[in-house]
């Protein structure tokens, strides 16, 4: 979708559709809306008597969040429609619901056969909102609302939204207008990039496409990029990658993105890895049939890195960020890993398997051990790991946190609350340990105990973010458990039915905001 951000009054400006906000419990529009009001057939231009105060005072509209009504101008301004969207409590407006309300409004108008639409950035300036983060939140709702998926449709395609106007009367503030404007851009292209990649089949999207796709877009933003094949993979004793990987024909792959490692003040980088499974069957441990249908997702990690090193890329931080990305296929064949197997794992220690469906975790330690190389500040992993995750929040309610550095936790949440993706803390108890202990190796990757699923998961991650002495953390470590939001059946103002994408504004959040992340200021690698 084109975006245009230009200084005209909203009521001047042509368009199939304009989309103006009203807060619940004001009767009399006001502002840009009043102005809109009053163009809409206000008896000799008195203010706040023209349409949209009418249906307010007639009771059809009362502008609850989300809420969305069409008027027809009839030629009384250039737009053929006024699309009304609700905010809600003006007190108690965040740029999250902005992101929502503006979601609402964008697929409205693309069920309407909308080409155009116009709208100024929602709620700038009430509750504390500055007009570049409203701006921000507005592009981010029209472009994530307005997504669909359609590459393998065949017929008429559906209608879509090409261009989206943001205006701003006062020509003095068009450049704040506009920056927001063009992050928004940004971020919202890179999740819906995101939710792509997991919406592909998997007889489209396997590891080696996967790293194709990378790849171009690493030559188009700048980051540089390495793309480990087998024998690689082999020399660097990934146990865990490889020992998911012998089930399928289609070799793992492991993918490094770099940005800003060479910027002088840079410091040391920030890390984020992404669990990718390009489809999950359980392997010998194999799913229900049920279970198994949607598993082409469970690369959703991997692909918010990949969204998120895109974004980044673009909007070019100066903090170091890098991207690693694990790529495997769980399939089941004669060379497929079994129960009671032994892996032995990049950092050296030796895992027996007890169910080939936890093998996420066995992709993502051998990447948290080799993230070490960096000497990091800080080290995020992300991945749809448990169903377990599921049962703690609830489907497409929030993700889980995992971190044992306080300070980290909190910088975490506080970039997850600026970029709207809700996550909760949860314990990370060191008798979890118990749980995993094994006769026959170190550890197992699996407790038998599907209750207990979450927290042993994270436990097991934890060990290879450990120093030599396996006491010590070698940096300051996450973990995201994104399970719940994988997927959903249209669960808010910009989400369509779908793969959702998260943690590509939480992850672009936490590189971008320095304020958000003061534990990056020391890094806690090991030298």
């Known amino acids: 979708?084109?975006?245009?951000?230009?200084?005209?009054?909203?009521?001047?400006?042509?368009?199939?559709?304009?989309?103006?906000?009203?807060f619940s419990g004001e009767p009399v529009p006001s502002g840009a809306t009043g102005g809109v009001d009053t163009a809409l057939g206000s008896p000799d231009g008195v203010p706040g008597n023209g349409a949209i105060a009418r249906l307010i005072s007639l009771g059809d509209y009362s502008g609850k969040l989300s809420e969305v009504a069409v008027l027809y101008s009839f030629g009384l301004i250039p737009a053929a429609r006024v699309l009304l969207v609700g905010l809600g409590n003006p007190e108690a407006l965040t740029t999250e619901l902005i992101r929502q309300a503006m979601g609402a409004a964008a697929r409205k108008s693309q069920e309407l056969g909308c080409k155009r639409i116009a709208t100024l950035a929602l709620g700038a300036g009430r509750a504390g909102i500055s007009l570049r983060d409203a701006a921000q939140a507005t592009v981010e709702g029209a472009l994530l609302g307005a997504y669909q998926f359609e590459e393998h449709r065949t017929g008429k395609p559906k209608s879509a939204l090409e261009e989206l106007v943001l205006l701003e009367a006062n020509?003095?503030?068009?450049?704040?207008?506009?920056?927001?404007?063009?992050?928004?851009?940004?971020?919202?292209?890179?999740?819906?990039?995101?939710?792509?990649?997991?919406?592909?089949?998997?007889?489209?999207?396997?590891?080696?496409?996967f790293?194709?796709?990378?790849?171009?877009?690493?030559?188009?933003?700048?980051?540089?990029?390495?793309?480990?094949?087998?024998?690689?993979?082999?020399?660097?004793r990934m146990?865990?990658?490889?020992?998911?990987?012998?089930g399928s024909a289609n070799r793992p792959r492991f993918i490094v993105l770099e940005h800003g490692l060479q910027t002088?003040?840079?410091?040391?980088?920030?890390?984020?890895?992404?669990?990718?499974?390009?489809?999950?069957?359980?392997?010998?441990?194999?799913?229900?049939?049920?279970?198994?249908?949607?598993?082409?997702?469970?690369?959703?990690?991997?692909?918010?890195?990949?969204?998120?090193?895109?974004?980044?890329?673009?909007?070019?931080?100066?903090?170091?960020?890098?991207?690693?990305?694990?790529?495997?296929?769980?399939?089941?064949?004669?060379?497929s890993f079994r129960p009671?197997?032994?892996?032995?794992?990049?950092?050296?220690?030796?895992?027996?398997?007890?169910?080939?469906?936890?093998?996420?975790?066995?992709?993502?330690?051998?990447?948290?051990?080799?993230?070490?190389?960096?000497?990091?500040?800080?080290?995020?992993?992300?991945a749809t790991l448990t169903g377990t995750a599921n049962v703690a929040m609830g489907r497409n309610m929030a993700a889980t946190l995992h971190a044992p550095d306080d300070a980290w936790a909190a910088a975490l949440l506080a970039a997850s609350a600026r970029a709207g993706e809700r996550l909760w803390r949860m314990p990370l108890w060191a008798d979890y340990g118990e749980r995993m202990k094994s006769d026959t190796a170190d550890m197992k990757n699996g407790a038998g105990d599907a209750g207990a699923g979450?927290?042993?998961?994270?436990?097991?991650?934890?060990?290879?973010?450990?120093?030599?002495?396996?006491?010590?953390?070698a940096y300051r470590w996450a973990h995201l458990d994104i399970a719940p939001m994988m997927a959903a059946k249209s669960t808010s103002g910009y989400q369509p039915a779908g793969s959702m994408g998260?943690?590509?504004?939480?992850?672009?959040?936490?590189?971008l905001e320095p304020a958000l992340t003061p534990a990056l200021s020391q890094g806690r690698g090991l030298g």
Request: aromatic letters at 4%; hydrophobic letters at 50%.
């Open 340 to 382: 009671n197997d032994v892996l032995a794992m990049m950092n050296g220690m030796t895992v027996e398997i007890t169910s080939t469906d936890a093998e996420g975790r066995l992709i993502l330690a051998d990447a948290l051990h080799f993230a070490k190389r960096y000497n990091p500040a800080g080290v995020v992993d992300i």
């Open 1 to 22: 979708m084109k975006l245009s951000v230009i200084s005209r009054q909203i009521q001047a400006h042509p368009a199939d559709a304009l989309i103006v906000p009203v």
């Open 171 to 209: 020509p003095a503030l068009l450049d704040e207008a506009a920056t927001g404007a063009r992050s928004g851009e940004v971020i919202a292209n890179a999740q819906n990039n995101a939710r792509t990649l997991m919406n592909r089949p998997p007889n489209v999207l396997n590891p080696a496409s």
């Open 211 to 236: 790293a194709a796709w990378c790849a171009d877009m690493a030559s188009e933003t700048g980051l540089a990029c390495t793309i480990m094949e087998q024998p690689q993979i082999e020399a660097l």
């Open 239 to 246: 146990g865990g990658v490889l020992g998911v990987a012998r």
């Open 264 to 335: 002088v003040g840079a410091g040391a980088p920030l890390v984020l890895i992404g669990k990718g499974v390009t489809f999950d069957t359980g392997g010998y441990s194999i799913k229900t049939t049920d279970g198994m249908v949607g598993m082409k997702g469970d690369m959703g990690g991997a692909a918010a890195v990949a969204g998120a090193m895109q974004a980044i890329a673009t909007l070019n931080p100066t903090r170091a960020v890098v991207g690693l990305m694990p790529l495997v296929e769980n399939m089941i064949s004669q060379d």
């Open 454 to 473: 979450l927290g042993v998961s994270a436990w097991f991650l934890q060990q290879f973010t450990l120093a030599e002495n396996r006491s010590d953390p």
């Open 502 to 511: 998260f943690g590509v504004r939480t992850m672009v959040a936490l590189a």
